[in-house]
């Protein structure tokens, strides 16, 4: 269950930048990717710390700067967007922003294309669409061409922006079996735990992904204790193409509660592939609640596309009896590889 999952913005602290035109880098590594710079005195949300580095909220995702070059300050008492993200609703915009030195416009959407224009770090293009791994753009001045994505952010798109990934094995995908070492998890009447439930469908997950050619990846792969922070980092750090992160429902009272739900944060960046997975998701024998919006940390706070699903109530007796079968187990693992096909079509 998820209970403890939940974003709190008590849990937020505030930081004021104190050095002039300081650097926000993809990850905490000065030889990653710009993702921009922030002006001195403004305030910003920061969402981890770690000795050196700290990670920030940044237009809308996240990003890292210099511990030294923060001042942390009292928590937030609300939002969780700092000031320098952007304000707009994700209809208003449609841009793709510059994130590397001598980025080339090319003509077609290949590293050879010949050179329509060279732009710098910051510069902003409008997104007109996307072939394979590039975005066509058009600049002010109406010049159309094509931008590597690995060297531009998007921001604020009207439409649901797929990763770079087209076809699921070109994708690397994460998947995330909640819980694990100290935190077990809900537990059921049978005296199992979530933890363990979680890690095995995982598996499965990633036996029957692999089979597609996809890059899978787990968020932990024993009876490990991750951190919320670490979990959504991971898919941040490989730029993974889909986040999935597992687990298993419990209601207050045994046998009171049923069914399996699919759950986004960000309807243009998590919803398409919260409904891809969804669809699949309906032929179990567990009832379907459908997806919804909800405000969890490992979404909140993760950059790429990523669902949190819930396969069942634990503490339910009719739930149960499937949740612990071997075929149910691998009728998940099927459907969320047929889902995740038809996302990345």
């Known amino acids: 269950m998820i209970d403890n999952t939940e974003v709190s913005s008590a849990t937020n602290k505030v930081g004021i930048v104190k050095v002039p035109n300081t650097t926000v880098f993809k990850s905490a ?27 920030i909220l940044y237009s809308g995702t996240a990003g890292w700067v210099k511990s030294s070059f923060i001042q942390g300050t009292d928590k937030t008492s609300g939002s969780t967007n700092a000031s320098n993200s952007s304000n707009s609703s994700d209809n208003d915009i449609k841009k793709v922003t510059v994130t590397q030195p001598n980025t080339k416009l090319r003509i077609e959407p290949d590293q050879n294309g010949r050179v329509v224009k060279t732009a710098k770090v910051g510069k902003q293009f409008d997104y007109l669409g996307k072939d ?39 994708a690397t995908i994460v998947i995330d079996p909640g819980h694990g070492g100290d935190d077990s998890g809900a537990e059921s009447k049978k005296s199992t735990y979530e933890k363990n439930f979680t890690l095995a469908y995982a598996k499965a997950i990633k036996q029957q992904l692999e089979k597609t050619g996809a890059r899978v990846v787990l968020t932990r792969s024993g009876d490990d204790s991750k951190s919320l922070g670490q979990r959504a980092r991971l898919s941040s750090k490989i730029q993974a193409d889909a986040f999935i992160s597992l687990h298993f429902d419990s209601s207050a009272q045994a046998n009171a509660g049923s069914g399996l739900t699919t759950y986004y944060y960000n309807k243009n960046k998590d919803g398409e592939l919260a409904d891809d997975l969804n669809s699949q998701l309906k032929s179990l024998a567990i009832g379907n609640r ?56």
Not at 318 to 337: G, H, N, P
């Open 132 to 170: 394979g791994k590039w975005y066509k753009v058009r600049d002010s001045d109406g010049s159309v061409g094509y931008v590597a994505s690995w060297v531009v952010t998007i921001s604020g798109t009207k439409s649901a922006v797929k990763s770079a990934a087209t076809n699921i094995s070109e």
């Open 290 to 345: 459908g997806t919804a919006q909800k405000d969890l940390y490992v979404l909140h706070y993760n950059s790429q596309p990523s669902v949190l699903i819930e396969l069942g109530y634990i503490n339910s007796k009719s739930d149960y009896k499937y949740i612990s079968s071997a075929k149910y187990k691998q009728q998940v693992a099927t459907d969320v590889t047929n889902g995740l096909k038809e996302y990345f079509k």
């Open 29 to 55: 590594d000065a030889n990653s990717d710009v993702l921009g710079t922030i002006e001195q005195s403004q305030k910003v949300t920061i969402m981890y710390q770690e000795q050196d580095w700290t990670q």
